[in-house]
């Protein structure tokens, strides 16, 4: 196991942040950490990164343990904060220059690893860093997260906030650097980008809901789903949610995501419940759960 | 050796880089060099003084000359009477009002003895008691030569009188500017010091490189060292060019030796460094950082005898100015440059401010650890 996490809890003050979560993650595997801002995603990744000594359990890393052997495992790892922290006064180049330094080694030493996305930056490399656009900050973040050819790269939501070109783009980088033989650690608050990892866990309030493939996840999804419109969308929610036989409504796009606690339900009685109460242009269909009305779903059997 | 030179390197290049540096290396100096030491004095000049002469006799017009032949005091008006000297002095018109009473010469010739009455605008009780006291000696001075006139005195043998005639050691002209100078130097090295390489530290924690540097094989001695000898090279440079001003301006005397001052300035650095570093491990933002220092300067400075003795302070004040660095170096810059104090001579304030030193980095090392 390259990551080996067990039942780790931390607590701030009263808070509690993670409440004994337990994880592997195998050599090479790009594996996704999902779950909504607060669901202690940032605090488990700094406990992995020894920034933060875990309250209870234990964590290794490359078999290095996250709080005995920080130094030594320090040098084995890439981490990439969600926040640009990079010097913005000191230019591409001498940011990567530093940290190649201070990691003991040079940009030439590990420039294979790090071509492939450097290069896209390198023609600006006299610019100042806080210069640079959003997305040649997070390529050179990612390039000095890497210059000292880390074991494992862990990343803190390194997509949020960026838009689709340049998140489709860096989800192209991790898969090429994956196939390098890095093993890769990420975590985000899109559902959408659980599909590109190998395995994903997902995190609620601290609490591990189910880890797995992302297909596995979604098809552990045990209902029927169906994608309901209508006009008044807002009208359409608070029925369905009134009908006795609804198990859950969740707004999605531009459809419902409903579930029956009746598997047997139909199209059609659905259609004429909904025109019965004045609903017009109803569309009701069958549909493929994704891993976002996965996450409601354990979200809500966990809650309960 | 080779990551604390390579972070040496990268911290000039962004001192060098920050334009709000270089005004403060180099015109903080000079201005407040130039404006302080000028401005800033307790010598008492020209103050203004109304006499109310209600004797206007031969005795009184002498005083009245002797007034107005005095360099410290300039008569602005005298009065026959006193209708509005109460007046004068309330507009701030007059600083002093002098009175005279009437019958003054007859009752000094008949009793021997007579009143005079002194009105002194005390807002700034410091020049109120200079006045005070200077007005004090003239009219002794005055006393002596009236009696002396008087009572026909002989050349060859003149009356017995005690003369003291002070002989000011160290700055023997009394000039101000030489005891302030030395003064603002140590404030401009304690800025540089204290204040910029505070900021500069807890700015790494602002945008979040402090995270960054963390998961870094760099050891907290090399961060800490490389944060910190910058600053102690720009304060020693701060203080040259402090030395320079001094020297052409106000043509200060050094009497001292250049190498124990430069050498008490570093041991000095290492305490206010450690304090400022303390200050950066428990602010998050410069904000904070500029609001502790500003609180710790403000007293520091107050206190440190620049201008006024710490010898005048109540007892418990002199005994909590042992905590302040500022007390110890300005004593220790005053008597190097003024006196050529050596280094045995003030190894008390020596190891004072080595402790301080000491004491102020083990505190934040501590403190540090503990949050990082």
Redesign the interface.
């Known amino acids: 196991m390259m990551i080996s996490v067990e039942n780790i809890e931390k607590k701030y003050g009263e808070v509690k942040a993670l409440r004994g979560v337990s994880l592997d993650v195998k050599e090479g595997e790009l594996f996704g950490l999902i779950g909504p801002d607060g669901a202690g995603k940032t605090s488990l990744i700094r406990i992995l990164v020894t920034l933060l000594k875990p309250d209870a359990g234990s964590a290794t890393v490359n078999q290095l343990d996250v709080v005995d052997d920080f130094r030594k495992l320090r040098k084995q790892l890439g981490y990439m904060p969600g926040r640009f922290s990079l010097y913005p006064d000191l230019s591409v180049e001498e940011n990567m220059n530093f940290f190649a330094t201070v990691f003991g080694t040079t940009i030439e030493e590990n420039y294979d690893l790090v071509k492939d996305i450097y290069q896209q930056i390198e023609p600006f490399k006299e610019r100042l860093a806080g210069r640079l656009s959003g997305g040649m900050k997070q390529k050179l973040a990612l390039s000095c997260a890497l210059i000292h050819a880390p074991k494992v790269l862990i990343l803190d939501e390194p997509t949020t906030g960026v838009d689709a070109v340049s998140r489709k783009e860096f989800w192209e980088m991790l898969k090429r650097l994956q196939k390098m033989g890095i093993t890769i650690f990420v975590s985000t608050p899109y559902m959408d980008e659980a599909n590109l990892c190998d395995r994903v866990a997902l995190i609620q309030d601290g609490n591990i809901l189910t880890i797995d493939t992302p297909e596995k996840v979604t098809q552990s999804f045990a209902h029927k789903l169906w994608a309901i419109r209508s006009d008044n969308m807002y009208l359409c929610i608070h029925h369905l949610r009134e009908h006795p036989e609804a198990e859950s409504v969740f707004g999605f796009g531009e459809y419902l995501h409903v579930t029956w606690k009746n598997q047997e339900m139909q199209a059609e009685e659905m259609m004429n419940y909904l025109t019965g109460l004045g609903h017009t242009n109803v569309e009701v269909k069958e549909t493929e759960p994704g891993i976002e009305d996965v996450f409601m779903d354990l979200m809500q059997k966990h809650d309960s | 050796m ?2 604390l030179r ?2 040496l390197q ?1 911290e000039f ?2 001192i060098i ?2 334009k709000s540096m270089w005004p403060i290396i180099f015109v903080m100096p000079i201005v407040q060099m130039l404006i302080l030491v000028n401005a800033a004095t307790l010598e008492l000049k020209k103050s203004d003084v109304l006499v109310v002469d209600q004797d206007m006799s031969d005795a009184s017009r002498q005083l009245v000359n002797k007034l107005e032949g005095n360099p410290f005091f300039k008569v602005i008006q005298v009065n026959d009477a006193d209708f509005d000297a109460d007046d004068q002095l309330l507009k701030g018109k007059a600083n002093v009002v002098l009175d005279i009473p009437q019958n003054f010469e007859r009752d000094l010739r008949r009793d021997n003895k007579v009143s005079l009455q002194l009105r002194v605008d005390a807002i700034n009780s410091m020049s109120a008691e200079l006045t005070w006291s200077y007005m004090n000696s003239l009219i002794r001075d005055y006393n002596n030569n009236l009696r002396a006139s008087w009572m026909g005195v002989s050349k060859f043998d003149p009356p017995q009188q005690i003369v003291v005639s002070p002989r000011y050691w160290y700055n023997p002209t009394l000039i101000y500017a030489f005891y302030m100078a030395p003064g603002v130097m140590v404030i401009l090295v304690t800025v540089v010091g204290m204040f910029l390489s505070a900021v500069n530290l807890v700015r790494e924690k602002e ?12 050891k907290k001695y090399q961060f800490i060292a490389a944060k910190m000898i910058p600053f102690l090279v720009i304060a020693l440079v701060v203080l040259s060019f402090g030395l320079l001003i001094a020297k052409l301006v106000f043509n200060l005397p050094f009497h001292g030796n250049l190498l124990v001052l430069y050498g008490f300035t570093t041991v000095f650095l290492l305490g206010v460094m450690g304090l400022g570093l303390f200050i950066s491990v428990v602010s998050d933002t410069q904000q904070q950082v500029f609001f502790l220092s500003y609180f710790f300067l403000l007293i520091f400075i107050l206190m440190s005898g620049l201008f006024t003795p710490v010898e005048s302070m109540p007892k418990w004040a002199q005994l909590l100015d042992h905590l302040n660095p500022l007390y110890y170096m300005m004593k220790v810059i005053r008597n190097v440059v003024l006196k050529g104090s050596g280094f045995f001579d003030l190894k008390y304030e020596f190891l004072s401010m080595l402790g301080y030193g000491v004491v102020m980095f083990s505190l934040a090392v501590m403190r540090y650890r503990k949050t990082a």
Not at chain 2, 207 to 218: D, R
């Open positions: 080779k990551i390579y972070l990268k290049i962004q880089r920050n945008i979040g490189t402090m995270e960054q540097l963390n998961v870094t094989p760099i």
